[in-house]
């Protein structure tokens, strides 16, 4: 699980970290017939690294002023049940909606989007 960790996490470092989810799975699965809660933790850190937090993303587009891009985001988050970092009453107002249903968005799929949106302002 240790080295399979450091492996996910180098590509994290490395900005290649679609080529750390395999490390970083095999991990989470090394770590789950074990039951050992650092071990846990460490996999799900490391799973954490290379799957692109998107609460940082949603912010930062926010702070760009792609408010179109951070709200289509934000709902692919809370479809997810996860949270994200826009409080739902204050949402910025967009127009056009999103054309997609965020629900209907998988994972990699959110993931693709945010670092297209990320690239076209490096």
């Not at 071990?39 to 799957?51: E, F, T, W, Y």
């Not at 799929?109 to 490096?122: E, H, I, M, T």
Request: hydrophobic share 50%.
């Amino acid at each position: 699980m240790w080295t399979l960790f450091y492996v996910a996490v180098c590509h994290a470092v490395r900005r290649e970290p679609q080529l750390g989810v395999p490390a970083a799975q095999e991990s989470l699965k090394v770590a789950e017939a074990t039951a050992n809660p650092t071990a846990l933790s460490m996999a799900r850190d490391a799973l954490g690294l290379v799957l692109l937090n998107l609460r940082y993303v949603v912010r930062l587009l926010v702070r760009l002023g792609a408010d179109h891009e951070a709200v289509v985001l934000h709902h692919c988050l809370v479809a997810t049940g996860r949270p994200s970092p826009l409080d739902p009453a204050r949402l910025p107002a967009v127009d056009p909606p999103p054309a997609m249903p965020a629900a209907a968005m998988s994972g990699p799929a959110a993931v693709a989007y945010a670092r297209a949106c990320l690239a076209r302002f490096s």
